[in-house]
């Protein structure tokens, strides 16, 4: 499932292959993809063009003007677990599972939704209603300030990784770099963001930043499904030091990986270097917020 970094690399894409061009033509397929009726997403999107691409969390945010100068109107776009943006030839074979074409300026490139699973979504919104979404969401993980970082742990009595996964306190990290950046900061994936000490949760805000940080210059990781604007993977996958690395050696010390099921998620650490605290959360049921 795209994370942060992949997300990031997916809008560093739209950057460079969509910025200041025009749409042309929109043709959705599969409706079932937009937020909203597909008619009228489709006839306000005609004619705009990508003005300004940015990123919070997770979410995409694409600026689209009009050339009569009315209000802009916003592209958000959510990768959901399988979602796919690409830039292609017109002409170029067509994948199973592309549910959205835009024809870019003349037509010859055309921007495509791919989405098998179809949990990924685009939505068209006015400024206002997309401050509204980005609004309910926490800082971004690869902006927030230690400060802001160190001020939503405090008093949190749950499981640090779902913690790290709940996207209305910090925005962007799911299942794999929440588990990559506790390794890094040697923290157990129960330990309660409230109990951990001044010293550890500094090395947990150093530890997200420098994974994601290395994460987005790698052009984030690919499992099966993501893949960049160019439809090209990610290399951060050999990179990976815990995420399912079950049973493997720790790279630091050799204990074998451990995998524990924490809030219907995986979770994966090393027994040694990420020692269980004295008072540990409890563990939840899978309907934790932000799991
Ligand atoms: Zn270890």
Same mark, same amino acid.
């Given at each position: 499932?795209?994370?942060?970094?992949?997300?990031?690399?997916?809008?560093?894409?739209?950057?460079?292959?969509?910025?200041?061009?025009?749409?042309?033509?929109?043709?959705?397929?599969?409706?079932?993809?937009?937020?909203?009726?597909?008619?009228?997403?489709?006839?306000?999107?005609?004619?705009?063009?990508?003005?300004?691409?940015?990123?919070?969390?997770?979410?995409?945010?694409?600026?689209?003007?009009?050339?009569?100068?009315?209000?802009?109107?916003?592209?958000?776009?959510?990768?959901?677990?399988?979602?796919?943006?690409?830039?292609?030839?017109?002409?170029?074979?067509?994948?199973?599972?592309?549910?959205?074409?835009?024809?870019?300026?003349?037509?010859?490139?055309?921007?495509?939704?791919?989405?098998? =699973?179809?949990?990924?979504?685009?939505?068209? /919104?006015?400024? $206002?209603? &997309?401050?509204?979404? #980005? %609004?309910?969401?926490?800082? *971004?993980?690869?902006?927030?300030?230690?400060?802001?970082?160190?001020?939503?742990?405090?008093? =949190?009595?749950?499981?640090?990784?779902?913690? /790290?996964?709940? $996207?209305? &306190?910090?925005?962007? #990290? %799911?299942?794999?770099?929440? *588990?990559?950046?506790?390794?890094?900061?040697?923290?157990?994936?129960?330990?309660?963001?409230? =109990?951990?000490?001044?010293?550890?949760?500094?090395?947990?805000?150093?530890?997200?930043?420098?994974? #994601?940080?290395?994460?987005?210059?790698?052009?984030?990781?690919?499992?099966?499904?993501?893949?960049?604007?160019?439809?090209?993977?990610?290399?951060?996958?050999?990179?990976?030091?815990?995420?399912?690395?079950?049973?493997?050696?720790?790279?630091?010390?050799?204990?074998?990986?451990?995998?524990?099921?924490?809030?219907?998620?995986?979770?994966?650490?090393?027994?040694?270097?990420?020692?269980?605290?004295?008072?540990?959360?409890?563990?939840?049921?899978?309907?934790?917020?932000?799991?």
């Amino acid at each position: 499932m795209p994370e942060l970094p992949e997300v990031e690399t997916v809008a560093q894409g739209l950057r460079r292959r969509a910025l200041g061009r025009r749409i042309a033509a929109v043709e959705v397929r599969h409706a079932a993809v937009i937020a909203g009726s597909a008619e009228d997403f489709a006839s306000t999107l005609e004619g705009r063009k990508f003005a300004r691409v940015s990123r919070k969390g997770k979410a995409i945010a694409v600026e689209l003007t009009a050339e009569d100068g009315s209000a802009p109107r916003f592209l958000l776009v959510r990768l959901g677990m399988t979602g796919q943006l690409t830039v292609t030839p017109h002409d170029a074979p067509i994948e199973p599972h592309t549910h959205v074409f835009m024809a870019l300026d003349d037509g010859r490139e055309e921007l495509r939704f791919r989405d098998v =699973r179809r949990f990924g979504r685009l939505r068209c /919104l006015t400024e $206002q209603e &997309l401050e509204k979404v #980005l %609004g309910s969401l926490g800082p *971004d993980a690869q902006h927030v300030t230690e400060a802001q970082f160190l001020a939503a742990m405090r008093r =949190r009595k749950g499981a640090i990784k779902s913690w /790290l996964m709940n $996207q209305n &306190l910090v925005a962007g #990290l %799911g299942n794999i770099y929440a *588990d990559e950046a506790l390794y890094e900061a040697r923290i157990h994936p129960l330990s309660q963001p409230g =109990r951990v000490s001044g010293d550890k949760a500094r090395q947990l805000y150093k530890a997200v930043r420098k994974v #994601l940080e290395r994460a987005v210059r790698l052009g984030g990781t690919t499992f099966s499904d993501y893949l960049d604007i160019e439809g090209r993977p990610g290399a951060f996958l050999k990179k990976l030091r815990v995420y399912q690395h079950t049973g493997e050696p720790c790279r630091r010390c050799g204990q074998a990986i451990r995998r524990m099921v924490i809030a219907g998620r995986s979770s994966h650490f090393c027994p040694r270097c990420q020692p269980r605290p004295r008072i540990a959360a409890k563990m939840r049921g899978p309907r934790e917020p932000g799991a």
